[in-house]
């Protein structure tokens, strides 16, 4: 009875040999799937962290710009080497050369600065073979990509009236207005210059009696240095 019960387990004929094959072929697709399915599981995770890895190829962030040439250029007007003749008081006057950075021509209406309550726009010109100082009518005219110098003796920025000395070094503030209605701002630094001895006050003579002060009104060269 007990060896017919065994026969139909499977261990009769081949005894031992039967029962480890059975036992072989239950197990092993079992091992077999498992592995399968780790092979699978690594391939999958590397499947899924491969793109992560790889370089980006999206565009960079935006970053602040920096100003263009187009938008330097857009400054219309600027000043090189900007000066104030030295005064202890009265009179004094502003130079230095404008620099039109336009294809088109730019003007100079009026001039404004802290260290005077009125500024104006003057020229030096021949009358009657006299050399006199007058308010320049319709501004100062930079020609397009041009310069125009201000200089003693010639077209400057007139300061009357001011309101502290200036001193050698001094910085002084000015605002220049065009006849567009924008505004130019530099620093004009103060400078000893007696020149010629120019006679600053418009409508004098700048010839050869201008060194009087009795009547021809303060000398810049004198006065004021």
């Known amino acids: 009875m007990s060896a017919r019960r065994i026969n139909r387990?499977?261990?009769?004929?081949?005894?031992?040999?039967?029962?480890?094959?059975?036992?072989?072929?239950?197990?092993a697709p079992a091992g077999v799937l498992l592995a399968a399915v780790m092979v699978l599981?690594?391939?999958?995770?590397?499947?899924?962290?491969?793109?992560?890895?790889?370089?980006s190829t999206a565009a960079p962030a935006a970053t602040p710009s920096t100003?263009?040439?187009?938008?330097?250029?857009?400054?219309?007007l600027t000043i090189t080497d900007p000066w104030v003749k030295t005064a202890k008081?009265?009179?004094?006057?502003?130079?230095?050369?404008?620099?039109?950075?336009?294809?088109?021509?730019?003007?100079?209406?009026?001039?404004?600065?802290?260290?005077?309550?009125?500024?104006?726009?003057?020229?030096?010109?021949?009358?009657?073979?006299?050399?006199?100082?007058?308010?320049?009518?319709?501004?100062?005219?930079?020609?397009?990509?041009?310069?125009?110098?201000l200089q003693p003796g010639g077209d400057h920025i007139?300061?009357?009236?001011?309101?502290?000395?200036?001193?050698?070094?001094?910085?002084?503030p000015f605002t220049l207005t065009l006849k567009d209605g924008k505004t130019v701002e530099?620093?004009?630094v103060g400078k000893?210059?007696?020149?010629?001895?120019?006679d600053y006050r418009p409508g004098m003579d700048m010839g050869d009696g201008h060194g009087d002060k009795g009547d021809k009104g303060m000398d810049m060269g004198e006065s004021n240095g």
């Open 186 to 188: 530099f620093t004009a």
């Open 89 to 149: 008081k009265g009179m004094s006057a502003a130079f230095g050369t404008l620099v039109n950075n336009t294809d088109a021509e730019v003007t100079v209406v009026s001039g404004a600065s802290p260290l005077s309550p009125k500024i104006e726009l003057h020229e030096v010109v021949d009358s009657k073979g006299k050399m006199i100082m007058r308010p320049k009518e319709g501004g100062i005219v930079i020609p397009a990509r041009g310069t125009h110098l």
């Open 9 to 27: 387990a499977g261990t009769s004929r081949h005894g031992v040999t039967r029962v480890t094959h059975a036992g072989i072929r239950r197990t």
């Open 67 to 76: 100003p263009s040439t187009a938008a330097v250029a857009a400054v219309a």
């Open 158 to 172: 007139m300061l009357m009236g001011i309101t502290e000395a200036v001193k050698p070094g001094a910085q002084i």
């Open 41 to 55: 599981g690594g391939c999958g995770s590397e499947g899924s962290t491969a793109p992560a890895a790889a370089p």
């Open 192 to 198: 000893d210059f007696a020149g010629g001895k120019e």
